[in-house]
């Protein structure tokens, strides 16, 4: 016998959308049945039934998950996550609590804490087109939800990881600025993590993933580190002329390369 979730008939959004597909994902066992309708209150008040951004109840030892009756509430998505025990790591994903604004207070608010009234260019027509399918018929979507949700998760898993990765990696003050240096010749998760701190760093240190030297490489938001000045050095294998990274042909010693860093450091 299969599970029923309940979620809202008519336009389809992200955040019913991703909720069920983590609940689907965190029970790859169970058979669903997915309805796009109104619940009843007997349907609310029985604990065996999902019912997801629907009903005005948030009753997750019921299984209702909605917002809407509050505004301080979370987005549903959030609220199942939180629910299945994912939120810590799902939160380390950059669009995690974006995604929960916008679908709260809309792209108007939202956008305007990013420094943006355009927010709408920057929708993804495959989430637009893909909504609409669940739309209009929920049931043929759910193995690809499934594995949406499957993914996600794993990506968020890895990315909790990287977040502890960096957060051992040691920090160097030159002056008002920080380097992070990573001895892996991988970045992932470096951006999320540097903005995650309320001190970020400007300069990530890291293997060459195509050589024998340092990767030297400014985060955003520092456009006043500039290592096109290391250009033409012997130790510099590379210096892009914009000035974001440069690589040296070996592995100096650290302390060497903080001096590098250091030429490509504004003059205070």
Sequence with gaps: MSELIITHPGSAHFDEFFAISLILAKNPGVDFRIE????SKEELDNPEIWVVDIGERLEPERRNFDHHQ????????????DYLGLSTDLRTLPWFDFKDKIDR???GKTGAEIGTNRLRITYSPFEEWF????????MPCLPLMRSFGISMIKNAADMASQ?????????????????????TDKTCGSQEYNESLEDPAAVLVTYDSRGKGWKM???????????????????IKFAHKTGF?????ERLPVDEILELIRQALPKD
């Design 131 to 138: 909504l609409d399918l669940f739309s209009s018929d929920p």
């Design 245 to 249: 990274v440069a690589k040296t042909f």
């Design 36 to 39: 796009r309708r109104e619940p």
């Design 70 to 81: 509050n505004i301080d509430h979370p987005a549903s998505f959030v609220l199942v996550s």
């Design 105 to 107: 207070f809309g792209p």
């Design 163 to 183: 977040f502890k990765f960096w957060d051992k990696c040691r920090k160097v003050k030159l002056g008002r600025h920080t380097v992070v240096i990573g001895h």
């Design 217 to 235: 490489c400014r985060f955003d938001h520092f456009p006043e580190v500039n290592f096109s000045v290391l250009e033409g050095r012997e130790d």
